[in-house]
């Protein structure tokens, strides 16, 4: 074997590998037909006329025979492997919808939470500003109070300052 094939065997090891260990932490991963894929990656995509691994020259026709089918998919093959991926993508929408549903209910309770929590600070600033006003009514009716009594002292004081007649 070259140095270049030990190379291309040798990524195509890895690839396999870095595969497999996707597949066994993400079971959306499909590993049909992986090895077709590795290589498609490994060496990029077909040539049209020849037949990978097989040296320069070879045909299709040749490698595979004039009525064989076994390097092109069936039509059935085609519309099946459609339809797997119709049906990934149908699961890919609901997937996304449902995702799209929870933000907004999400979304929805943040909002409400803070309403609730702007509705508590505004409750709280007319507590304290009618508290507030309280006190300055109850100190302005204790001032009013010293203010008269002031007054009667001055009075009584007048009084006692009168000579008697």
Do not use: C, W
Not at 79 to 93: F, G, H
Not at 139 to 155: T, V
């Amino acid at each position: 074997m070259t140095s270049e094939a030990g190379e291309i065997m040798e990524k195509l090891k890895e690839k396999k590998a870095e595969y497999e260990a996707i597949a066994s932490s993400d079971s959306s991963v499909n590993l049909e037909n992986i090895d077709n894929r590795i290589i498609t990656e490994v060496l990029g995509p077909e040539k049209y006329g020849r037949v990978r691994f097989q040296g320069s020259g070879v045909t299709p026709t040749q490698y595979f025979g004039s009525g064989s089918q076994q390097y092109m998919p069936s039509g059935s093959q085609a519309q099946a492997e459609l339809q797997r991926l119709r049906d990934q993508i149908a699961q890919m929408q609901a997937s996304t919808v449902e995702q799209i549903a929870e933000v907004q209910r999400k979304y929805e309770e943040l909002q409400q939470q803070l309403r609730a929590e702007a509705a508590e600070r505004e409750a709280a600033a007319a507590a304290r500003e009618a508290e507030a006003r309280a006190m300055v009514a109850e100190q302005s009716k204790k001032y009013d109070d010293l203010q008269l009594q002031l007054q009667q002292m001055m009075h009584m004081f007048q009084q006692s300052q009168k000579p008697p007649s």
